[in-house]
C-alpha cells in the first residue's frame, strides 16, 4: 500500500503561481486540509510502525506534516518522516514565482517550445517530464519496496509522475493526472483509489 498526500493550497497556488523548489506559505485552508487529513489518517492507520513515511523537504510540505502531526491520535509521523530530495517538485527553474500569463509574456518562445513537447522541454535552469521521471524512477527503485506500506507527502506534478509509473502509462495520459489538494490516493493492488478528504 501506499498512500500519496499532495501539500495542502498555499498563497501560490491561490494566485496560480510555479512553485517548484520555491516556497509559499500554507493558506488557511491549506492547514484545514491538513486536518482533514490527519483525521482520515486517525481513521485508517492504527500502526505507523507498519508504515515508512517519505516527505519532500520542501517547507510547504514540511509546514503541512507538522499540522497533520499535531492533530494525530498516535503522534508518530513527525519522528518517522525520511526526508527525500527524489520528492522535490518538478523544478521551474527561471520560471518559479511566475504566473502561466507571466512566462507567457517574458517567455514567448521557451513557452511555446514547451506547449510543443512538454514531456522533454527542460524548464531553463530546471527540469523537463523526463528528468522528473527518472528522478521518480530512482525513488522507487531505491525506496519502496513492494508489498510493504509507505506514505508519502509531496507535490502535484510528483504525484502525477509516480502514478504514471506504478500504472505504466504513456506519457501523454501521465501529464493529464491531476492531484487536486483535496485528496489523497491510495495505491493498492496495482490500483489507484482516489479519497477525498
Keep these: 500500500m501506499i498512500i500519496i498526500v499532495r501539500h495542502g493550497q498555499t498563497f501560490w497556488n491561490v494566485l496560480k503561481k510555479l512553485q517548484g523548489h520555491k516556497n509559499s506559505k500554507l493558506t488557511a485552508k491549506g492547514k484545514k486540509q491538513a486536518l482533514r487529513v490527519a483525521k482520515f489518517l486517525n481513521r485508517r492507520i492504527e500502526n505507523y ?10 517547507k510547504r510540505v514540511i509546514d503541512y506534516t507538522n499540522v497533520i502531526n499535531t492533530n494525530l491520535v498516535n503522534k508518530k509521523i513527525k519522528k518517522k518522516i525520511i526526508y527525500s530530495d527524489y520528492l522535490k517538485e518538478h523544478n521551474f527553474g527561471k520560471w518559479e514565482g511566475k504566473s502561466i500569463k507571466e512566462i507567457k509574456k517574458k517567455f514567448p518562445a521557451e513557452f511555446q517550445n514547451r506547449e510543443d513537447d512538454k514531456w522533454n522541454f527542460r524548464v531553463p535552469n530546471g527540469e523537463s517530464y523526463s528528468i522528473l521521471n527518472e528522478r521518480i524512477k530512482k525513488f522507487l527503485r531505491k525506496k519502496i519496496i513492494r508489498n510493504e506500506k509507505y506514505i508519502i507527502f509531496t507535490h502535484e506534478m510528483v504525484s502525477k509522475v509516480l502514478r504514471g509509473i506504478l500504472l505504466n502509462l504513456k506519457k501523454e495520459k501521465t501529464m493529464k493526472l491531476k492531484h487536486n489538494s483535496d485528496y489523497l490516493f491510495i495505491y493498492e493492488n496495482k490500483k489507484f483509489k482516489k479519497i477525498k478528504i
Aim: charged share 30%; net charge positive.
Design 49 to 58: 510502525e507498519k508504515f515508512k513515511i517519505y516527505s519532500s523537504p520542501i
